[in-house]
T-cell receptor, first 114, second 116 residues
Framework: NAGVTQTPKFQVLKTGQSMTLQCAQDMNHNSMYWYRQDPGMGLRLIYY???????DKGEVPNGYNVSRLNKREFSLRLESAAPSQTSVYFC?????????????FGEGSRLTVL | AQSVTQLGSHVSVSEGALVLLRCNYS??????LFWYVQYPNQGLQLLLK??????LVKGINGFEAEFKKSETSFHLTKPSAHMSDAAEYFCAVTHRGRTGANNLFFGTGTRLTVIP
């Protein structure tokens, strides 16, 4: 089973460029999440989609947009990248949004903005 | 609002020694509590969780944690450390978002080093 798949795994951008991080899960999960991980700050929630057709802001949404394309896919877009967005990004999914199940993570996408 | 505090960003133990990683939470309602582990260059994976029922929870790889409501704690322990336990560990608590959906709120992490 593939689980949660993120692409790309590595990306280098220049300030002002745009890009989209792709995430797909094959577990028929309802809820999907985008986190960023920075040293000493743990994981912070950027955006989430509690169910297909809905999205909402997390703790640190500024500078990002998301699209829940269908039940499987949840993409994260940086419209105008800034050095402060240099981070490791994780996509995650869970079957039930009450968290009685397990949150499954992708392997991460390492983004550097110069 | 829910929050999680992990005491000690780095913990070192000798192989075979007790592992104790501390986690305290603040929550206005009984939370669900989790421990996740992250090995280098990988995503996070679930070690164990507390939702309801027995307050002592056993997880994978010999880890366990005890939910103590009076102390608002959920410390992670393992009786005897193994070299393969070297990783970063995250405590997490459920948090109800603005739309009413639950989210997971993570602590800042504790990096465990195991000394041979």
């Amino acid at each position: 089973n593939a689980g949660v798949t993120q692409t790309p795994k590595f990306q280098v951008l220049k300030t002002g460029q745009s890009m989209t991080l792709q995430c797909a899960q094959d577990m028929n999960h309802n809820s999907m999440y985008w986190y960023r991980q920075d040293p000493g700050m743990g994981l912070r929630l950027i955006y989430y989609s509690a169910s297909e057709g809905t999205t909402d802001k997390g703790e640190v949404p500024n500078g990002y947009n998301v699209s829940r394309l269908n039940k499987r896919e949840f993409s994260l877009r940086l419209e105008s990248a800034a050095p402060s967005q240099t981070s490791v990004y994780f996509c995650a999914s869970i079957s039930r949004r009450d968290f009685t199940g397990e949150l499954f993570f992708g392997e991460g996408s390492r983004l550097t903005v110069l | 609002a829910q929050s999680v505090t992990q005491l000690g960003s780095h913990v070192s133990v000798s192989e075979g020694a007790l592992v104790l990683l501390r986690c305290n939470y603040s929550s206005s309602v009984p939370p669900y509590l989790f421990w996740y582990v992250q090995y280098p260059n990988q995503g996070l994976q679930l070690l164990l969780k507390y939702t309801t029922g027995a307050t002592l929870v056993k997880g994978i790889n010999g880890f366990e944690a005890e939910f103590k409501k009076s102390e608002t704690s959920f410390h992670l322990t393992k009786p005897s450390a193994h070299m393969s336990d070297a990783a970063e560990y995250f405590c997490a608590v459920t948090h109800r978002g603005r739309t009413g959906a639950n989210n997971l709120f993570f602590g800042t992490g504790t990096r465990l080093t195991v000394i041979p």
